[in-house]
């Protein structure tokens, strides 16, 4: 009996620090990860930390395990999910019901507001924060600015006509031919005519535009230009007049 009595004292022995493992844990979800750290440092408890992009203050607990209430077990280990904050996604181009949408599923606050600038209307055409930036999105918003539909107009005055209604296609724009209407001078601009001492050289100039340059052009209005026509000799070189033959 006593020597069974020997061989039990070491077995009871090695389960009395036991006891001392189980703890009721505090929560510290939405708090700072390092009010967990000096927890877990003061309690003697590996903490190991899975950190991930989520709507959360960057640096703050998303979860951890065990829980609020529970026991570390006997491997004094605790596992955490630390937020790395939100990264905003890129809705550059995205008409305006997509980016709601997307944000929406993100769980991402948002404001909006429309802006006369480049762009189809509907249109995100500039975003705070900036595309893939990360940010705390306890404290802002994503915010989009819409475009109402249109374009800044380009330098148009001083170019042949032809040249400025290819530029304005080109920008999504349509050019009207306003003074003086004419298809001709619209599809070729340019022309030369032979003449006996010099040729002739006409060139459609486009001498004003509606809405004029560094203005604002929607797209469902065409854009009117007005044109001269520039008239110069060229090549110039001698003539020799041939008179009717008299036989």
Known sequence: MRAFALRLFPVLV??????AIAEDLPNFVGKPVGDLRAFAS???????????LSSAPPDYVVWHVPGEGGAVGFD?????????????????????????????????????VPVAEPGFAGEVVRQTPKPLEKFDAS??????????????????????????LAALRQAGLTGAVEHPPSSHWAANSYEVEKGCGSDIERTAIVSHSTPPQGSFSGFEQPVM????????????????????QIE
């Open 14 to 19: 090695w389960f009395v620090p036991i006891a």
């Open 42 to 52: 003061s309690q003697n408890i590996t903490l190991r930390e899975e950190a991930f």
């Open 76 to 112: 004094r280990v605790m596992r955490a999910g630390v937020s790395l904050g939100a990264e905003a996604p890129n809705l550059l181009g995205a008409p305006l019901p997509d980016a709601v949408a997307q944000l929406e599923a993100m769980g991402l606050p948002y404001a909006s």
């Open 139 to 164: 404290r802002l918003v994503v915010f989009l600015a819409v475009s109402e539909g249109g374009i800044a107009m380009p330098a148009l005055a001083g170019r042949r006509l032809d040249h400025a």
């Open 225 to 244: 230009l007005q044109y001269d026509i520039r008239t110069r000799r060229i090549n110039p070189r001698g003539c020799i007049f041939r008179g009717p």
